[in-house]
């Protein structure tokens, strides 16, 4: 795997180049789908001090000029991608709050089709799919299991 090169991405994209922007890139990218305060906890980690503040700054420019991505699953924290560009969708545990990428449902960009668009020019679908990971599942599966005499 090719290691980014944070600061030109920065600067294609007319940003200043920043140790908090820098320390921002490396988390996403080493650690898909985090939310903001373990984005927070790397970056000091990598940084020392750094205000709550100063990372939604970077977060909200990183995204604005699309070096990131944010997502956010119906009842969860915003989360942060590094993937951007392509139009994948998601898959999310109903139980631990995991997430992994899924590449697109079917067909081109946006990937699916409305039924009726209203006249929107639609460039895009987002989905999500929801259950259970396996790590849950395996746990929920042994949790209901009851040792013998038990019953």
């Known amino acids: 795997m090719q290691t980014p090169d944070f600061e030109a991405s920065l600067r294609t994209a007319s940003l200043r180049v920043t140790r908090p922007r820098i320390a921002v890139l490396s988390a996403v990218h080493q650690h898909p789908h985090l939310d903001t305060d373990a984005v927070i906890n790397l970056v000091r980690e990598d940084l020392g001090t750094v205000s709550h503040q100063a ?3 970077v977060l909200k420019a990183l995204t604005d000029a699309g070096l990131l991505r944010r997502i956010q699953p119906a009842g969860a924290n915003a989360r942060y991608e590094a993937r951007v560009g392509d139009n994948h969708h998601h898959v999310v545990c109903r ?6 990428d899924v590449e697109c449902a079917v067909g081109h960009a946006p990937c699916l089709t409305a039924s009726d668009d209203h006249g929107f020019v639609v460039d895009e679908a987002e989905v999500v799919y929801w259950g259970t990971c396996p790590a849950c599942a395996s746990a929920t599966t042994h949790t209901q299991r009851q040792p013998e005499g038990s019953r």
Do not use: H
């Not at 139980?95 to 992994?100: K, R």
């Open 55 to 57: 990372v939604y700054d």
């Open 95 to 100: 139980s631990c709050g995991a997430i992994a």
